[in-house]
């Protein structure tokens, strides 16, 4: 690996989650500054402070509100609809590995989009995982493991992440 690319990752951790995810810069700016760097998030949209973004494959629909210290890798594309919340540092990962030899069980690197559509509220410390979709007017409880797919209108909570009840 050539030293421009070692250096481009932390170029992009020193501009975008230091200077443009920091507790400095405004929540509009915050939001212009992610778009003008090729992020796909609506100007109604509200990003708090301490997100991290570990790449640009961002998508962000109107009202959604992501509050501090959530934690996009981003290796895969991420969609989130309108007024959508997450809450305190929910983490939203695309990538993982296949499971490997006895020698390094993790194998080779895979990464699959995630898709949170419209009307959702994830809580505090939720994780959802490479893969899934969180349908249309879905709670994910605070602490929740999202590890498939959630069918839309329900009440998703544990590790795993089980339907628990319908919501109207």
Not at 127 to 142: D, F, K, N, S, Y
Not at 153 to 162: E, K, W
């Amino acid at each position: 690996m050539n030293l421009r690319d070692q250096l481009l990752p932390v170029g992009r951790d020193l501009v975008i989650n230091s200077i443009i995810g920091g507790r400095a810069l405004p929540r509009a700016l915050r939001s212009r500054s992610l778009r003008r760097l090729g992020m796909d998030i609506d100007p109604s949209a509200s990003i708090c402070a301490d997100v991290f973004f570990g790449g640009r494959q961002l998508t962000v629909g109107p009202q959604t509100l992501i509050n501090y210290g959530c934690f996009f890798d981003l290796g895969a594309a991420t969609t989130i609809g309108a007024r959508c919340s997450l809450g305190y540092q929910v983490m939203v990962l695309t990538c993982t590995h296949e499971p490997g030899s006895a020698d390094a069980r993790a194998g080779t690197a895979v990464a699959r989009p995630v898709v949170i559509e419209d009307g959702c509220w994830i809580g505090a410390r939720a994780t959802i995982l490479p893969g899934v979709t969180v349908g249309r007017g879905c709670v994910v409880a605070a602490g929740s493991v999202v590890t498939t797919s959630c069918e839309p209108h329900g009440l998703y909570a544990g590790a795993p992440a089980r339907r628990v009840r319908d919501l109207t």
